[in-house]
């Protein structure tokens, strides 16, 4: 009667699925690359506001002999700095707050707190198992040596069930939960940097792909009419600052278009994760957990039977 | 597409390309000038408040679903906390255990317990 008390006891904890190994590995893979994730959008309104600043130093420029007019757009420009900067700090935002979440599936999903469980226990299997010679050494009718060995499986054993049942519950809450709005997030950031434009409360903006290609149209047209035009001799310097500033709005729109592809694969890592954790129907996964719970529950059962003969 | 805002932007911009184009005229006089500079601060300051304001309405967009993450974030923080409650819970309870019988065995074998 007690040993099928023990089993029964033993299946009813784990009847609640619980992660396999590989669900595991793919969320700490995720979040691994959500942590190793560093190409930040901020960089772009930075470089972007640099050239702007640029541009309006060439226009400022034209201000020749107009002291007070020249003050005025140099205030302007530092007002303008300091508002791009303060926007600039806001972009990662969200960004940061993903992988927050993201560190917090990892420690949700650490093996170490049942890896510890077994430490522990180990340590009471060993005490149990010499008091148990000590009380042996004295009387007549021995107790089974194996007694503290099996106490201290069974109190891993459950211990470690109900941990992960608990573990697999809040794992998937928090990934249902986190889904819609990780999406919208990532969603939002291929929009903004990478769309035509986009709406936020019903006006639209242009987005920061079309922001870099007019703010290069701009230093171009400033350029000819307050540099170039005023050039009557051949003048190296203005010429190779003129290539040079070109040369850094590529770069701007390369960096660009890298965070979006890079933006693109990790909304295509947690897709596989939302996917893989959700889809517990392979049959290669569910005969594996079958069988750890299988090979843990005998263990535990075999030193029991020994114990009760 | 050309949004509202990028059309505005445009036409200020065009508007200081002109205004540009007439400062470089040698025949201006002093004042005319003045008046050519005041003009061309004043389209400066609308075109960087207008790009300022598409910069910001990009953060906003981006920062949309912030409050509904740090709340989930706070959840599973908590969450965290109350595993590893759990966890600690079971290797009290292993090591009171296994402290007790320690002391009974070292009881045992002085014959302090019989």
Known sequence: ?309 | MNTEVLNTLKQVRQLENEVLAKMNDATLTDDERSLLGSVQNKLSEIDNILLLDSLQAMANKLNESNIGLQDLISKMQATSDKLAQFSNTVKKVADVVGALTEIIMKGASVGLIA
């Not at chain 1, 942590?35 to 640029?54: E, N």
């Not at chain 1, 709005?181 to 409360?201: M, P, R, W, Y």
């Open chain 1, 1 to 309: 009667m007690k040993k099928i008390c023990v089993v029964l006891l033993a299946i009813w904890i784990s009847g609640c699925a619980v992660l396999t190994e590989s669900q595991v590995k793919n969320i700490n893979a995720f979040a691994a690359t959500a942590k190793a994730y560093s190409d930040f959008p901020d960089v772009l309104v930075r470089k972007l506001s640099d050239l702007h600043v640029k541009t309006e130093l060439i226009e400022a420029s034209a201000h020749r002999n107009d002291t007070a007019r020249l003050n005025n757009a140099i205030r302007t420009i530092q007002s303008f700095e300091k508002s791009a900067s303060s926007i600039a700090d806001k972009f990662n935002l969200s960004l940061q707050l993903i992988q927050q979440y993201s560190n917090l599936l990892t420690k949700l999903s650490a093996t170490s707190y049942s890896e510890d469980l077994g430490k522990s226990t180990k340590a009471l299997g060993d005490n149990l198992t010499g008091l148990i010679n000590t009380y042996n050494a004295k009387v007549s009718t021995k107790i089974p040596a194996s007694v503290g060995s099996a106490i201290s499986k069974a109190v891993l054993f459950v211990g470690k069930q109900l941990y992960k049942r608990k573990q697999t519950k809040a794992l998937k809450d928090f990934l249902l939960a986190g889904n819609a709005l990780i999406n919208i997030t990532l969603n939002n950031l291929k929009e903004v940097l990478d769309s035509d434009g986009f709406t936020i409360a019903g006006v639209n903006h242009p987005s920061m792909k079309t922001m870099i290609e007019e703010e290069r149209k701009n230093f171009i047209d400033k350029y000819g009419i307050v540099i170039l035009a005023n050039i009557s001799t051949p003048d190296y310097s203005a010429v190779k600052e003129y290539y040079e500033t070109l040369k850094e709005y590529d770069n701007l729109e390369q960096a660009r278009s890298k965070i979006v592809t890079s933006l693109g694969k990790f909304s295509a890592a947690y897709a596989r994760l939302i996917q893989n954790v959700s889809n517990k129907k392979q049959l290669s996964d569910i005969i594996q957990e079958t069988q750890n719970f299988i090979k843990d529950a005998q263990d535990v059962f075999n030193t029991i039977k020994d114990l009760l003969k």
